[in-house]
T-cell receptor, first 113, second 118 residues
Framework: GAGVSQSPRYKVAKRGQDVALRCDPI?????LFWYQQALGQGPEFLTY????????KSGLPSDRFFAERPEGSVSTLKIQRTQQEDSAVYLC???????????FGPGTRLTVL | AQKITQTQPGMFVQEKEAVTLDCTYD???????LFWYKQPSSGEMIFLIY??????QNATEGRYSLNFQKARKSANLVISASQLGDSAMYFC???????????????FGQGTILTVHP
């Protein structure tokens, strides 16, 4: 497909489990962003990649959150020892360059029980 | 302090009428961009319209227009001729800075739920 894809679309985890969320950006897009969207709120920035380099991780809420983009395309957001407060929709977005609109994926809805 | 403020949690409009969704922003950066996104119940974020801080004219995209008042730091979205399919959550967002550490990340408001009545 031509758009940003994310998998899984839904994930239910027991508290304490590790999860991995995948993002496939649009081919050729240099920039990749992860956002966290709590229920009824606007998305909040987590981290940013330019190609394979993670240039900004200031939004990651704790050291349980880790993101990577080893080959500059697909990215994975990993959450270790999940907590109930991690329940949210995790959105991935990509764009060609800083000044272009960001294209968002459909998100992964994470529910931690 | 909130960087993006959307004061209307919910708005209602009659089909075929126009509606304005409010957005105010706060930045000391002279170079910034303002975006509006639509998020239907299915969850995807759909880009609607963009306004750059140096743009002289208000942005328009089909039925969407952005009422940009720089001195008042407001960037209201106007939807003309509302359709039932416009019912969704609408987010205003800002990108700050010409580069450096901003990297183009977006700061979003809390959103406004728009309901279009037939």
């Amino acid at each position: 497909g031509a758009g940003v894809s994310q998998s899984p679309r839904y994930k239910v985890a027991k508290r304490g489990q590790d999860v991995a969320l995948r993002c496939d950006p649009i081919s050729g897009h240099v920039s990749l962003f992860w956002y966290q969207q709590a229920l009824g709120q606007g998305p909040e920035f987590l981290t940013y990649f330019q190609n394979e380099a993670q240039l900004d991780k200031s939004g990651l809420p704790s050291d349980r959150f880790f993101a990577e983009r080893p080959e500059g395309s697909v990215s994975t957001l990993k959450i270790q020892r999940t907590q109930q407060e991690d329940s949210a929709v995790y959105l991935c977005a990509s764009n060609l360059a800083r000044d272009n609109e960001q294209f968002f994926g459909p998100g992964t809805r994470l529910t931690v029980l | 302090a909130q960087k993006i403020t959307q004061t209307q949690p919910g708005m209602f409009v009659q089909e075929k009428e126009a509606v304005t969704l409010d957005c105010t922003y706060d930045t000391s950066d002279p170079s910034y961009g303002l975006f509006w996104y639509k998020q239907p119940s299915s969850g995807e974020m759909i880009f609607l319209i963009y306004q750059g801080s140096y743009d002289q004219q208000n942005a328009t995209e089909g039925r969407y227009s952005l009422n940009f008042q720089k001195a008042r730091k407001s960037a209201n979205l106007v939807i003309s001729a509302s359709q039932l399919g416009d019912s969704a959550m609408y987010f205003c967002a800002m990108r700050e800075g010409p580069g450096g550490t901003s990297y183009g990340k977006l700061t979003f408001g809390q959103g406004t739920i728009l309901t279009v009545h037939p």
